[in-house]
């Protein structure tokens, strides 16, 4: 990976900058998540989530299974980058997201990711959809302890590394898919503790937040609590497709209905529909969704109300379109998350 810029901010730790756009939509696997880990943890061969770690289970029992199946979808769509005074003390491993309320639960059982203090070390972030962000990476004072309640006085106050853009690698959508970017750990650590990462997309106010179970002695990446140690090249989770028909037209433009349905076999949180307009044309306005424009590519997020959707179940976005010519186009992209 080259780095185009590496400056080192003695109030903020190590920030790094890269050419190219990010992209992202996802969540940490270097060191992994407990998202990540437990779903790791909990799949099985038939598809099914059955965790093995106690602390993993532990969640399902509070969240059950689908967070599991929706890893990447830790998020806030309000969040705009807020941290202190917005995320409640006790609920920074959900974000203060209720879907994920299990991942909270204070124990020493979580997976668990070896490293060692001071060491220079690849980091690794899910990129399961295409937006621009930043990344700022914090960690845990010392002495803290995972049989308590995470709360804001227990975390460092600033970010001991910022990542600005950093270079996509692999196709979004997919769990081999990453931003990837190599940082220095804070020196004098030892023991348990947790890095919390916080990544703020530049376009829209949606930020996501997680916590990675880490062990300061002498490891170099090690991961230990789950059934399959390093292997996130299990199936993807779930599966969606979007119709869309034209519902109204005009001369000098048009009108959109797309149906979003889940039609994988487990529950999804979220979900994605990307498409491009063809030239000439662009959207006058959209409800029922969250849209972000690049040129003519348009690409919709559901709304807090309407992302969960259970197998078979459907929901609806709209759109007017300003331009001639229509577009032929019935069926879009679709991706949960």
């Known amino acids: 990976m080259l780095l185009a810029l590496v400056v080192t901010a003695p109030a903020l730790g190590l920030v790094v900058a890269s050419g190219g756009e990010a992209e ?62 917005f995320v409640p003390d ?12 299990g991942f909270n639960t204070p124990s020493s059982d979580w997976p668990l990711t070896h490293l060692t203090s001071g060491a220079t070390v690849d980091f690794s972030y ?26 804001w006085n227990d975390m460092e106050e600033q970010p001991f590394l ?8 692999g ?3 997919t769990v081999e898919a990453n931003y990837s970017w190599s ?44 059934k399959q140690p390093g292997n996130p090249t299990e199936p993807v989770p779930g599966t969606c497709t979007a119709t869309r028909k034209t519902t109204g037209s005009w001369n000098g433009g048009y009108q959109s209905e797309v149906t979003v349905t889940n039609t994988g076999d487990v529950p999804m949180l979220g979900w994605m529909v990307d498409w491009t307009l063809p030239s000439g044309q662009k959207v006058e306005s959209l409800w029922s969704g969250n849209a972000t424009y690049s040129g003519q590519n348009v690409m919709v997020h559901n709304t807090d ?30 991706r949960v998350g």
């Open 24 to 85: 992202a939509h996802g969540t940490p696997m270097k060191p992994g998540s407990r998202t990540f880990l437990c779903w790791q943890d909990g799949l099985t061969d038939t598809g099914e989530i059955k965790p093995v770690n106690p602390a993993c289970k532990a969640a399902q029992q509070v969240s059950g299974t689908t967070p599991f199946y929706n890893w990447f979808s830790v998020l806030r769509s309000d969040g705009a980058g807020r941290t202190r005074g």
């Open 90 to 101: 006790g609920e920074l491993c959900s974000g203060g997201n209720t879907n994920f309320t």
């Open 126 to 151: 899910n990129a399961w959809a295409a937006h621009p962000g930043w990344f700022y990476v914090y960690i845990t004072k010392d002495g803290f302890d995972p049989t308590k309640p995470l709360t």
């Open 162 to 169: 910022s990542v600005d853009h950093p270079p996509l690698n």
């Open 171 to 173: 196709s979004p959508g």
């Open 183 to 226: 940082g220095k750990l804070p020196e004098g650590k030892d023991g348990r503790h947790i890095i919390y990462m916080v990544w703020q997309r530049s376009d829209s106010q949606e930020t996501f937040y997680s916590c990675s179970d880490v062990v300061f002695d002498g490891g170099n990446g090690e991961v230990t609590g789950i």
């Open 305 to 334: 109300w309407n992302g969960e959707l259970d197998q078979g179940e459907s929901t609806t976005f709209g759109y007017t379109v300003e331009g001639s010519g229509g577009d032929p186009a019935t069926t879009y992209p679709c």
